[in-house]
Nanobody, 122 residues
Framework: VQLEESGGGLVQAGGALRLSCAASGRTISDYSVAWFRQTPGKERQFVAVLSRSGDSSDYARSVKGRFTISRESAKNTVYLQMNRLTPVDTAVYYC????????????????WGPGTQVTVSS
């Protein structure tokens, strides 16, 4: 499946953004979809994941309660709603997909989007 992220940008601390991960070529509900983020010089970090069935999700401790992952099957898109953003959330955000069950490990995901930059100013 081909993935493309959008919705990144510059926001002040305390603000919100909604990232989109649009799929093409396949139906996104056939996949578990995860969001990861990466800052320069650091490893890619797990953020959130939604199961293929859509009834199970998991979040990194640092974003739990602030971020929400969801899916809109009619638009073949997965979203990441990010609230109460802080400068620590500044990163390039990637969505990734895999058939079958979900994992927090990025190496389990064969399909990736190019990423979208999120910058949170203090």
């Amino acid at each position: 499946v081909q993935l493309e992220e959008s919705g990144g940008g510059l926001v002040q601390a305390g603000g919100a953004l909604r990232l989109s991960c649009a799929a093409s070529g396949r139906t996104i509900s056939d996949y578990s979809v995860a969001w990861f983020r990466q800052t320069p010089g650091k490893e890619r970090q797990f953020v959130a994941v939604l199961s293929r069935s859509g009834d199970s999700s998991d979040y990194a401790r640092s974003v739990k309660g602030r971020f929400t992952i969801s899916r809109e099957s009619a638009k073949n898109t997965v979203y990441l709603q990010m609230n109460r953003l802080t400068p620590v959330d500044t990163a390039v955000y990637y969505c990734a997909a895999r058939e079958g069950t979900w994992y927090r490990d990025e190496t389990e995901y064969p399909d990736w989007g190019p990423g979208t930059q999120v910058t949170v100013s203090s």
